[in-house]
């Protein structure tokens, strides 16, 4: 397939990226029944819907991430932001994910982590958590923010690009990223995540922005 369409650029109507990979290209750890539901139905969901709340308004003529910050915190605009993030959140999940994934970053990443982190133990202990406390639906980042790296968690659509932060990775926590594989247990879709799915290239070429 394609290369991934960088979540950064684009202008409307949006039109859903193709996946960086097959639908059953993560499999076992994520099989491509929840990829086909995930991105094919939830994903294009968002994308219809941005289109049709856009259409005719300011926002027409925006990038995808002016909508989503120019939307955010806007209670008129709460509908837009939830569906203009969620395009967002979602591209940058399928690119945070390749086969034959995991393992540790490299390069100049890697040196930050073990400083942010006191090693890259200490950084998947605190993304796992932060991804296994967060109530209901979300996400966990790993963002840079005033030029340090940070792990965060976001509630439903939010997302780090409406903070002033800079996205480096992410996980989706959503029910629907992971309950067809794994049912409630989300800390076993974590563990797969981090050790077998992690695109440290997608990464490295974030924090290389």
Do not use: C
Request: cysteine-free.
């Amino acid at each position: 397939m394609s290369d991934p369409v960088s979540p950064n650029t684009g202008t409307l109507p949006l039109v859903l990226p193709r996946l960086p990979y097959p639908e059953d290209a993560l499999e076992p750890h994520i099989s491509a029944k929840t990829i086909g539901f995930h991105y094919g139905k939830h994903h294009q969901a968002y994308a219809d819907n941005t289109n049709k709340l856009v259409k005719g308004t300011p926002f027409e003529n925006l990038s995808l991430e002016e909508i989503v910050r120019k939307a955010a915190g806007d209670p008129e605009n709460a509908g837009l932001f939830n569906n203009a993030a969620q395009v967002f959140n979602h591209t940058f999940y399928w690119q945070s994910m390749k086969p034959n994934g995991g393992g540790e970053p490299a390069g100049e990443l890697a040196e930050k982590i073990k400083a942010a982190f006191g090693s890259f133990a200490g950084f998947k202990e605190e993304f796992a958590k932060a991804a296994a406390t967060r109530f209901g639906s979300g996400w966990a980042w790993l963002v840079v923010e005033r030029g340090k790296l940070k792990v965060t968690s976001t509630p439903n659509a939010d997302t780090p690009i409406a903070h002033g932060q800079t996205p480096i990775i992410t996980i989706d926590v959503w029910e629907h990223a992971y309950y067809l594989d794994f049912q409630n247990r989300r800390t076993d879709y974590i563990a797969s995540f981090l050790d077998h799915l992690a695109n440290w290239d997608f990464a490295e070429k974030n924090f290389a922005l």
